[in-house]
């Protein structure tokens, strides 16, 4: 089965931009893995922010937005705050009707 | 007010069955496909099933294809995980979690509940 990478962990100052990726063990993300992005913070249910690679979702802020850049699925957070300290997935959808999440970012906002 | 509530999940010995269930409001329940994903303690989320809006195309992850079945009424706005021959590696918090999109092929989630959890432990 294909492994979905990511980053373990990130690190971003208060204010800057930082870009995640979500990568595929054999080939490239594209369009049509239908790649999303859930943000989740501990003890709490994640968060959607990204569907269908760039959609986002119902009340998430502008700064968030994804692309795909490369062969990869991306993530970028600009004007980064406190409150964005968070565990992030990625998700990619495989033809065959099967999902499979990525490992997970921890994002340090210091 | 979009909401997915889930029910069922409780401490079980290795081997035993246990059923969740998942209360979908605040949207019309039958034009979306529904999951199911778990997260075991500290560790990411998994994918666990899908199915579609009429309940007629499942499909599952390889750790529980042939142990967990996933079903919906779609008259109790309602969908199930029925688990079987549980495994200490299935513990974890079970979350539901809606489509992104009514009708039309499966896009990824975007409304999740708080999840439901599930320990196998002897």
């Known amino acids: 089965q294909t492994v979905v990478t990511q980053e373990p962990s990130f690190s971003v100052s208060p204010g800057g931009t930082v870009t995640l990726t979500c990568g595929l063990s054999s080939g490239s993300v594209s369009t049509v893995h239908h790649s999303s992005w859930f943000q989740q913070t501990p003890g709490q249910a994640p968060r959607s922010l990204i569907h269908g690679t760039t959609i986002r979702s119902s009340g998430v802020p502008d700064r968030f937005s994804g692309s795909i850049l490369g062969s990869k699925a991306a993530l970028t957070i600009t004007g980064v705050q406190s409150e964005d300290e968070s565990d992030y997935y990625c998700?990619?959808?495989?033809?065959?009707?099967?999902?499979?999440f990525g490992g997970g970012t921890k994002l340090t906002v210091l | 007010e979009l909401q997915l509530v889930e029910s069922g999940g409780g401490l079980v010995q290795p081997g035993e069955s246990l059923r969740l269930s998942c209360e979908a409001s605040?949207?019309?329940?039958?034009?979306?496909?529904m999951y199911w994903v778990r997260q075991a303690p500290g560790k990411g989320l998994v994918w666990v099933s899908q199915?579609?809006?009429?309940?007629?195309?499942?499909n599952y992850a390889d750790s529980v294809k042939g142990r967990f079945t996933m079903s919906r009424d779609n008259a109790k706005n309602t969908v199930y995980l029925q688990m079987n021959s549980l495994r200490a590696e299935d513990t974890g918090v079970y979350y539901c979690?809606?489509?992104?999109?009514?009708?039309?092929?499966?896009?990824?989630?975007?409304?999740w509940g708080r999840g439901t959890t599930v320990t196998v432990s002897s």
């Open positions: 199915t579609s809006t009429d309940d007629g195309r499942t």
């Open positions: 979690a809606r489509d992104s999109r009514d009708y039309g092929a499966p896009y990824g989630m975007d409304v």
């Open positions: 998700l990619v959808y495989f033809v065959g009707g099967t999902w499979v």
């Open positions: 605040g949207f019309t329940f039958n034009t979306y496909w």
